[in-house]
C-alpha cells in the first residue's frame, strides 16, 4: 500500500498569504496519478487538482499543483477567506487502488 | 452537470448488512465510461476508498473490506449500490459516491474522483 505523508497537520495563515501544502507518497507514484481536494465542515470533498499540476473546471488560478516521484506540492497563491479548509491529497496505483493522505487543515491565523 | 444522491438507512445494528444506494444524474452509468465509486470518511477522520464498479460489472474492491463486500450496478435505475456486511461500531462513519474517473488525455491515464454526492452518515448501534 502507498502511504500518503501530508505536511503539515494545521497551518495558520491569514488571507493573502501564500499556502504550501505537502504530499509525500512512500514510494513513486506517477505525476499521472496524484489528485488535490478540498474539503469544508459538513460537505463532501471538491476535486482541486488532477496528474499533479491540471486544475479541475472552475478552480481559480490561485490554486496550483507541481511535484514529481515522492514530493508533492499544493500551493495557494494569495489566500481567500474561502479557502481555509481540509486539503487532502490522492494517489491511484497498487492495492488498494486509491488512498488518501491524512490530510492538512488550513486555519485563519 | 453531474449530481449523485446517496440513500440508506442512518442507523444499522452491528452485525446487520448495510445497505446503500446512489442515484446519478446527469450522465448515464453504462454510457459515461468512466467508474463508480464508494468512499467513506470516519467522523473527524481522513478518507478511505472503498471500492469502484464499472458499468459491466467489474469490480475492484478494498482488500480490508473486501470479504464484506458487494457494490453492484443497476442500469435501469441509473445507480449503483454497496452492501458491507457484518457491520460492528468500527464502520460509523459518511458514506460517499462518486465519479471515479479514468481520463484519457492521449499520452497518459489520469484517475480522480470529479463528482461527489453530499454524503450519508451510517451509525452502527444497538
Known amino acids: 500500500e502507498i502511504v500518503l505523508t501530508q505536511s503539515p497537520g494545521t497551518l495558520s495563515l491569514s488571507p493573502g498569504e501564500r499556502a504550501t501544502l505537502s504530499c509525500r507518497p512512500s514510494?513513486?507514484?506517477?505525476?499521472?496519478?496524484l489528485a488535490w481536494y478540498q474539503q469544508k465542515p459538513g460537505q463532501a470533498p471538491r476535486l482541486l487538482i488532477y496528474?499533479?499540476?491540471s486544475r479541475a473546471t472552475g478552480i481559480p488560478d490561485r490554486f496550483s499543483g507541481s511535484g514529481s516521484g515522492t514530493d508533492f506540492t499544493l500551493t495557494i497563491s494569495r489566500l481567500e477567506p474561502e479557502d481555509f479548509a481540509v486539503y487532502y491529497c490522492q494517489q491511484y496505483g497498487n492495492s488498494p487502488l486509491y488512498t488518501f493522505g491524512q490530510g492538512t487543515k488550513l486555519e485563519i491565523k | 452537470q453531474v449530481q449523485l444522491q446517496e440513500s440508506g438507512p442512518g442507523l444499522v445494528k452491528p452485525s446487520q448488512t448495510l445497505s446503500l444506494n446512489c442515484r446519478v444524474s446527469g450522465d448515464s452509468i453504462s454510457g459515461s465510461g468512466h467508474y463508480w465509486t464508494w468512499i467513506r470518511q470516519h467522523p473527524g477522520k481522513g478518507l478511505e476508498w472503498i471500492g469502484h464498479i464499472y458499468y459491466s460489472g467489474r469490480t475492484s474492491y478494498n482488500p480490508s473490506l473486501e470479504s464484506r463486500l458487494t457494490i453492484s450496478v443497476d442500469m435501469s435505475k441509473n445507480q449503483f449500490s454497496l452492501k458491507l456486511s457484518s457491520m460492528t461500531a468500527a464502520d460509523t462513519a459518511v458514506y460517499y459516491c462518486?465519479?471515479?474517473?479514468?481520463?484519457?488525455?492521449?499520452?497518459?491515464?489520469?484517475?480522480?474522483?470529479?463528482?461527489w454526492g453530499q454524503g450519508t452518515l451510517v451509525t452502527v448501534s444497538s
Open positions: 462518486a465519479t471515479d474517473r479514468h481520463y484519457y488525455d492521449g499520452s497518459g491515464y489520469y484517475y480522480y474522483f470529479d463528482y
Open positions: 514510494q513513486s507514484v506517477s505525476s499521472n496519478y
Open positions: 496528474g499533479a499540476s
